[in-house]
């Protein structure tokens, strides 16, 4: 599966360049699904990447096959969990025992890339130190503008706010330091006027 | 440029080479405050010539009492810093622009490293003095070839981040050591010569830094070059710039009216369009980008000369 393209939008709306090898400097790598075909084409790319690099990995759905292929690609330390809240502790400890100097490698879901990389921009990971490459669902991480509440895998504009339960128009606006899209209120002129829900596309 | 008449309230020599200048309001007033890194541009009126030099503010960024800069004497320069020890006494009336920071802490960092070689010391005075009072994490690192040289030893707090490397003494800066092991966020300044400068982009590079938290200033005078002439598309006139003349000196001289701030290559306010260009501009500027350059459709009058035909500019 190909990294995803997607169509130009304003200006905030992330671009993901894909992930290169910056040779063996310290890394920090973190893959969900079918992101960790992306960390094994980079591991192809430049085998040196993986000498000082720890792996988090996130299996989410695929296969065994997958995590033994990254294993034996001779990460420096190896993770595994069920999700990014049950990574995220040992996520944000590496982070804050990082140094500069050190590459973080992202690969996987706008939800998973954009919480990853908040969470390294808080903990002063440099933008530039930072790869990323989109694989896997176009689902949307939103938050509600008006509740701040966070709904996950949005698929559908408008949808309805997991917290609040208003009608919610999908906006290209990104936070990064939030790592997630807003939503904004699509009926509040005209309550209960809710356009007929559309896919999302990337 | 708006600037200030201010009265030299003292004059004192740190060094056989560097000598410190404190300037107040004639009539006491509070000077606008800055942020460290700031510079003022100082008028020097020598005989025809009006001289103007830009130089990082010493004093307490806080203080509006005064400004204080330190000045070292460049013999072989082409006269400001000369002027300054030679003529500017207590109770002189200079003009100075109001400060203008083109160096300034990026506050977003988690740690600040500082890296001063010589008199590149100066924006770092004031810098530290910043730091100390927000209680942000840096350190510094003072590069100089001798305790009798080294001028910011008169101007440093005695506190446990700044460090001091005399060379004569073997103690030379360790570049690789100071960027390895850095927490993540921290953000590097270099004040310095060239050679200082580069050095730390290339260990920068090595050690994985992205060149965005890498930030330097580089004070330049013009440097000198062959006399040469430039066409004004404006007004049709050739003027000719001397050799120990930069061509915004020479614009000026001539009654160009021309946007300027650092005068060093650095601010990009004096940046003019090329007309048209048969020779090579010899660029010394840190503002264009590679394109610019090697299209030659733009110059920097403040510190850049042309060699060859002829030169037409949008002035």
């Known amino acids: 599966m190909r990294a995803t393209e997607f169509s130009s939008s304003i200006p905030s709306r992330p671009v993901y360049a894909g992930l290169r090898p910056h040779g063996a400097l310290p890394a920090l790598m973190l893959a969900e699904g079918a992101g960790g075909e992306a960390l094994a084409e980079l591991a192809g790319a430049d085998p040196s990447v993986m000498r000082r690099a720890h792996l988090f990995w996130i299996p989410a759905g695929a296969g065994p096959g997958l995590a033994a292929r990254l294993r034996a690609l001779g990460p420096a330390g190896y993770v595994e969990g069920p999700d990014y809240a049950a990574l995220r502790p040992r996520f944000v400890r590496a982070l804050a025992d990082a140094h500069m100097g050190t590459r973080l490698y992202l690969a996987g879901d706008e939800g998973l890339i954009g919480q990853a990389m908040a969470d390294a921009l808080a903990a002063g990971m440099p933008l530039e130190a930072i790869d990323a490459e989109h694989r896997g669902g176009i689902a949307r991480r939103m938050q509600c503008v008006h509740c701040k509440g966070i709904t996950e895998n949005v698929t559908t504009d408008p949808f309805t706010c997991a917290h609040c339960g208003l009608n919610l128009f999908v906006r290209d606006h990104y936070s990064r330091r939030i790592g997630a899209f807003q939503g904004v209120c699509v009926d509040a002129e005209t309550p209960g006027q809710v356009p007929e829900p559309q896919e999302i596309k990337p | ?315």
């Open chain 2, 1 to 315: 440029m708006t600037s200030l008449m201010l009265r030299v309230a003292a004059a004192e020599s740190l060094t056989p080479l560097v000598k410190r200048f404190r300037f107040e309001h004639p009539q006491g007033a509070a000077l606008p405050l800055f942020s460290g890194g700031a510079h003022v541009v100082v008028e020097m009126p020598d005989g025809e010539v009006l001289r103007r030099n830009a130089y990082s503010l010493i004093s307490d960024p806080q203080d509006g009492s005064g400004y204080e800069i330190a000045v070292r004497r460049e013999d072989g320069g082409r006269g400001g810093s000369r002027f300054m020890h030679g003529r500017v006494q207590p109770g002189d009336q200079l003009r100075i622009s109001l400060p203008l920071n083109l160096f300034a802490l990026d506050l977003r960092a988690r740690k600040h490293v500082l890296i001063a070689g010589g008199i590149g010391i100066t924006p770092f005075v004031a810098q530290v003095r910043q730091l100390l009072r927000m209680q942000l994490p840096f350190e510094l690192h003072y590069a100089a070839r001798s305790r009798a040289e080294a001028a910011g030893l008169k101007l440093l707090p005695d506190v446990p981040q700044i460090h001091v490397h005399i060379s004569d003494e073997g103690d030379h800066l360790d570049l690789g050591g100071i960027l390895s092991g850095q927490p993540l966020g921290t953000h590097v300044y270099t004040c310095g010569p060239e050679g200082l400068i580069t050095a730390v982009a290339e260990a920068g590079a090595r050690l994985g830094w992205p060149k965005t938290v890498l930030h330097s200033e580089v004070f330049q005078a013009p440097p000198p070059g062959r006399p040469f002439a430039v066409v004004l598309a404006r007004s049709g006139r050739t003027i000719e710039v001397g050799a120990h003349q930069s061509l915004l000196e020479a614009l000026e001289a001539a009654g160009v009216e021309i946007d300027w701030s650092c005068r060093g290559g650095a601010c990009g306010r004096c940046e003019t369009q090329v007309l048209s260009c048969h020779g090579r501009i010899e660029h010394h500027d840190h503002w264009l980008s590679e394109d610019d350059r090697s299209s030659q459709s733009r110059i920097m009058p403040c510190v850049s000369r042309f060699r060859g035909e002829t030169l037409i500019i949008d002035r």
